[in-house]
């Protein structure tokens, strides 16, 4: 089975290992957007890469996201067995080496089949569309260090105050008492 990878920004072949395992084909397109943009944003740049490229079933893949084993069988089976021609992957942020505790925004079409694939409007496929079940794993900072020096060096420092105010507000907005997820959240409301 041939899967095309469309890649919004820079992702490393190790990040894309278990498909290997898993299809006889691959091949990477990639899009040199913003990896946080809305797909639709770019949607001249998506038609153009899903028309190069040489397979039937599309995986979209942001920068800094990976795939396991679980997730590329899982891509595998629903490619082979033909029950949907679309699918939603939920991505799940890895902060410190633990998952971040935040609520997820609407799953995005992410593996879908060229045939049926809709060229404007929103993203979406002609048919059906189901969700999978195993998460792309996105890594965000290894460490709350490395997170505060990144925010050091692109943003502006907010005040104790100000920083105290954004903190509660993340914390209403997030509803979670998950200590990774806090301390993500601390390091983020320091700056603007």
Known sequence: MRLSIITLGHVHTE????????????????????????????????NRAVDAASA??????RERETIDDALAQEIASAAAGGRAWGFRIQSLAIYAGKPLR???????????????FLRRGDVGVQGTVVRLTHPLRANTFASADEHHDYLAQKAAKRSTLQRAVMFFRYFLGARTFDANTLRYLWVESAFK
Do not use: C, G, S
């Not at 039937?56 to 893949?61: A, P, T």
């Not at 935040?102 to 049926?116: G, K, T």
């Open 15 to 46: 990040d894309l290992e278990p498909l290997t395992k898993t299809f006889e084909h691959l091949e990477q397109l990639v899009l040199d957007v913003p990896p946080r943009d809305a797909l639709t944003d770019h949607r001249a740049e998506l």
């Open 56 to 61: 039937d079933w599309m995986l979209v893949v």
């Open 102 to 116: 935040i609520a997820q925004n609407d799953l995005e079409l992410r593996l879908f089949h060229r045939r049926h």
